[in-house]
């Protein structure tokens, strides 16, 4: 019997959550690893740190901007996207927008600014997504959904059966997406076309989930207030809930294939499945600071960041060490695959 517990354990031994050291102060709202080694985290004021070794040091960067930096996702190691966010005490007339985005292509050297609300000059965006180079999606306050099939070069609002926030979403190659936000807000897009439904939720109305992650079409996990959980097996018409085991409020959740994932939270929390969510296990995250968001490189290496320039990462003991040619500038390099179970699937960040 002693022997059969210590081989049912030693898989969670094997890796642990540490906390990285950030050089920033400043309140993390994203991060996104383009691989196991190169990696971003933005926040507050403009905060824009990079690393090239998988977090063992982070570069804080010039800040290319004053206003609070949201979200980012890179395509690859070149090209890049930040999701920028003006203070409405600083904006000098009615008709700037609160919101709007800055590319990089030429791996954060440089960045220009991108507009996409338009006339809707009073929409915060939340978050931004591409499956490939040309489409992507940005979307945010009073269920404002942009998408691009130009890699950027214009946008265009798409009609959504809701009002509110949204706060979290994933998309394919193939056009199928899900949103999900406040007000119990829980949309799916089953063939790529225009038409966004509303999923069938268990819950109370006035729920907010913060985020979802999608392993293929069907299989589906959506997080948000109160430690709740949610899954679904047939791609968002219907979601159960799933046990916790915690009560805080969970910010993001990311799934490696329809076994193994990741969700972290208010006051440090980390907790993780490897039997898609009929279990989940709290583990140690070496910080009581709010963890906002969560990426996923691989099997063996996460990172999560949040208040007070927080970063820790999750690295399996067991693991092989980051070769030196994957730090090597020039470098092309796939895109992020524990967040597709098919190539081509952009969970937001």
Request: charged content about 20%; overall charge neutral; glycine content about 12%.
């Amino acid at each position: 019997m002693i022997v059969f517990c210590l081989l049912l354990t030693a898989p969670a031994l094997a890796g642990a959550w540490e906390v990285q050291t950030s050089g920033t102060l400043a309140w993390l709202r994203a991060v996104y690893f383009v691989d196991e080694a190169r990696g971003w985290a933005v926040g507050s004021k403009g905060a824009l740190l990079a690393t090239e070794d998988g977090g063992r040091s982070w570069t804080v960067r010039r800040a290319p901007t004053e206003d609070t930096l949201r979200d980012v996702y890179f395509a690859n190691e070149a090209t890049g996207w930040l999701v920028c966010d003006r203070s409405i005490y600083l904006l000098r007339t009615k008709q700037e927008p609160r919101s709007y985005l800055l590319r990089t292509a030429d791996g954060g050297a440089s960045w220009s600014r991108v507009e996409v609300t338009g006339a809707d000059v009073d929409v915060l965006l939340t978050r931004v997504a591409f499956v490939d180079d040309a489409r992507g999606w940005a979307f945010g306050e009073m269920g404002a959904l942009y998408a691009t099939a130009d890699g950027g070069g214009s946008w265009e609002r798409q009609v959504l059966p809701t009002k509110h926030l949204l706060l979290g979403g994933a998309f394919l190659a193939a056009g199928q997406g899900w949103l999900v936000g406040a007000g119990n807000t829980i949309l799916y897009n089953p063939d790529g076309g225009s038409q966004w439904r509303a999923g069938a939720s268990p819950v109370m109305p006035a729920t907010r989930y913060n985020a979802v992650s999608f392993v293929g079409e069907r299989r589906g996990w959506a997080v948000g207030e109160g430690g709740l959980v949610l899954s679904t097996p047939n791609g968002g018409r219907s979601w159960f809930k799933q046990e916790s085991n915690v009560t805080v409020d969970l910010s993001d959740v990311k799934f490696i294939d329809a076994s193994e994932g990741w969700a972290v939270g208010a006051e440090g929390t980390i907790i993780h499945t490897t039997d898609g969510g009929a279990n989940w296990r709290l583990e140690p995250s070496g910080t009581r600071h709010p963890l906002e968001r969560l990426s996923v490189a691989s099997r063996t290496r996460a990172w999560a960041v949040g208040f007070g320039g927080t970063i820790v990462n999750y690295a399996n003991t067991a693991a092989t060490p980051i070769p030196p040619q994957l730090k090597a500038p020039g470098r092309e390099q796939p895109k992020e695959r524990p967040r597709r179970a098919t190539p081509a699937t952009a969970t937001t960040r």
